[in-house]
């Protein structure tokens, strides 16, 4: 079988938590321990990766050695740094920005003792993964199409009042099926469907162009005609990677902009893209840097201009808030920071404590960049909104490789339930928690239940709408069959089954 690259947020988020090594400051004669190096090396550039954070092989076998790269440490003749630059122009932006050093940024020395600091602090492991107590869910029942995608590579999955839009990044296409699961239309679309944006019928999909990680400029945004009486027409071209856009008229001119996330791998950027009357756009870059996952616009100050939130992973975790000054200037705000090892998957805006502001619900679940660590602290986050552009957690819930998590009152009680998806679920002992429904029995006491198929997906995408008319949100989730570490045979069963996606109806009402 193809073996399948995660679309978001896989390309080593750990391979950069030293990516902006710097040469220490001279000062006293005497000689620095392992952390304070540890210290001046990479947490101006974000925050510290505690030895605790990862099990002490994690350390050892995967993740110092590839830190020492972005030191221009390349240990051992097994790689050289050229081997670490892909062919094509994604290799010269890679170069052009000097990721990987030419020369040494510390000393062999120093690199001993940051190394050895990390061993010596690092746990063996987490102890016994937490396993959730889970019942089949009265909720929702599944309902599965008629129509095998071989392998399902699923990258979008989006409910619509014409039907339910699906991306799938194997067949490079966009499928279209009615509230009965029935197949009514196909466009190619290249590789990569991760978004769609509909409006005044037509659709803005944005593509990545490639599913591997790549700096790369192959991505783009692909206006598509609904009434099919036009041709698709590319409206921005040479993105790296994008795997997130958002619309809004950021500058007040009457014309929908587009804020685009540029993933790429190492080098890419997040960049709002104004709108002309000839119908181009004109690019603005927010952040010139990778791993920009998705963002929302609201408006965060009460100044009654459109704002931008946005997600970033791929070593410097965490949200940048970038407010609007007018006329198209933004301010940007670190609004919360978050440690590299968390895997940052995805977010949704909710108001948590009825205050009016805009409260986030995050996933932290990225588990892709070496052989996969159950982590404690992989789950759904609540973040308040304290005011000022800053935020503080509220709620944890853990849920191993969290990956998207929708809040809804699914259940019609009066509060906030949240439907969530794992990617990398603990597959040896509780492969059903890929799908979790935490209905809220008051004062966010939550009882975790799934649906009885939910092993025949590996879920990767979501999207919640009343796609059957009768009066509560049904779920949609999308299945990718990426590889399992250890494997036991899951992608073979998903691949041969060729489920793209489920459909779960509510039964509420």
Known sequence: MNR??????????????????????????????GEALARIHCQACHAFPEPASLPKAAWEEYVLPRMGYFLGLYEGGTITRQALLEAGPGGAK????????????????????????????????????????????????????????????????????????????HTQSLYLFDAKLRLQQRAKVREGAVSLHLS????????????????????????????????????????????????????????????VAEFAKWTGRLAWWEAQANGTFRPHTLRASPGA???????????????????FGQGDEGFDLYLNQGQGNFSRQQALRLPPSFGSSSFQLMDYDSDGQHDIIYTAGDNADYPPVLKPYHGIYIFRNTGQGHFEQAEFWPLHGAYAALPADYDLDGDIDI??????????????????????LGGWEMKASTFPQSTLGRWIVMDKADIDQDGDEDLLLGSLAFEVLPSRGEAEKWTAQGIPFVLLENQTR
Not at 4 to 25: H, M, N
Not at 214 to 236: K, S, V
Request: net charge negative; hydrophobic share 40%.
């Open 4 to 33: 399948l690259i995660l679309f978001s947020v896989c390309s080593a988020v750990l391979l950069t938590v030293w990516s902006c090594g710097r040469r220490p400051p001279k000062g006293p004669s005497h000689s620095p321990d």
């Open 94 to 169: 890679v170069a052009q920005a000097k990721v990987f050093p030419e020369a040494p940024l510390i000393d062999t020395a120093s690199w001993q003792k940051i190394k050895a600091y990390y061993l010596r602090h690092a746990p063996e492991d987490f102890g016994p993964p937490q396993l959730l107590p889970l019942d089949d869910t009265r909720v929702f029942q599944a309902r599965f199409p008629n129509y095998a995608l071989s392998p399902p590579s699923t990258t979008l999955v989006k409910a619509a009042p014409g039907g339910i839009y699906v991306g799938d990044a």
């Open 200 to 259: 005044e019928g037509k659709a803005m999909a944005t593509v990545m162009g490639s599913f591997s990680p790549t700096d790369a400029p192959t991505g783009f945004m692909l206006e598509l005609p609904l009434n099919g009486a036009q041709p698709p027409r590319i409206r921005i071209d040479s993105l790296q990677r994008p795997v997130h856009a958002s619309f809004a008229d950021l500058n007040g001119d009457g014309l929908e902009d587009i804020v």
């Open 293 to 311: 996952i998705k963002t929302a616009i609201e408006d965060f100050n009460g100044d009654g201009q459109p704002d931008i939130l946005a997600l």
């Open 419 to 440: 439907a969530a998806i794992s990617f990398f679920p603990d597959f040896e002992r509780q492969p059903e928690a890929s799908f979790v429904f935490f209905e809220n």
